[in-house]
Nanobody, 122 residues
């Protein structure tokens, strides 16, 4: 069983930056493609970014491409999400999870952590 703990969220002004961290414990493996999702109030959870275990290649939602960067440190079982040029519409609870690509869409395949709240004031 892998436990995921997200951290690094907070309140930031529009245009600001935040770096989220996802720490995996338990039976975590570096051979796992990992991703970030977010859920805004009243909306469904949506895919944000993914990083493949095989070659560290990345994929992003169109809404964050060019502003967010996903990375990983396998030695620390940690995945990061660097968020720049934040907008009010980025406000959401952010979650990490193991992911799988099917039919050109990313799906979470593990258990969810508690998430970390990101609030961007305009």
């Amino acid at each position: 069983q892998v436990q995921l703990v997200e951290s690094g969220g907070g309140l930031v002004q529009a245009g600001g930056t935040l770096r989220l961290t996802c720490a995996a414990s338990g039976r975590a493996s570096s051979s796992t493609t990992m991703g970030w999702f977010r859920q805004a109030p009243g909306k469904e959870r949506e895919f944000v970014a993914a990083i493949r275990w095989s070659d560290d290649s990345t994929d992003y939602a169109r809404s964050v491409k060019g502003r967010f960067t996903i990375s990983r440190d396998n030695a620390k079982n940690t995945v990061y999400l660097q968020m720049n040029s934040l907008k009010a519409e980025d406000t959401a609870v952010y979650y990490c999870n193991a992911v799988l690509l099917m039919d050109s869409s990313w799906f979470a395949i593990g258990s969810w952590g508690q998430g970390t709240q990101v609030t961007v004031s305009s």
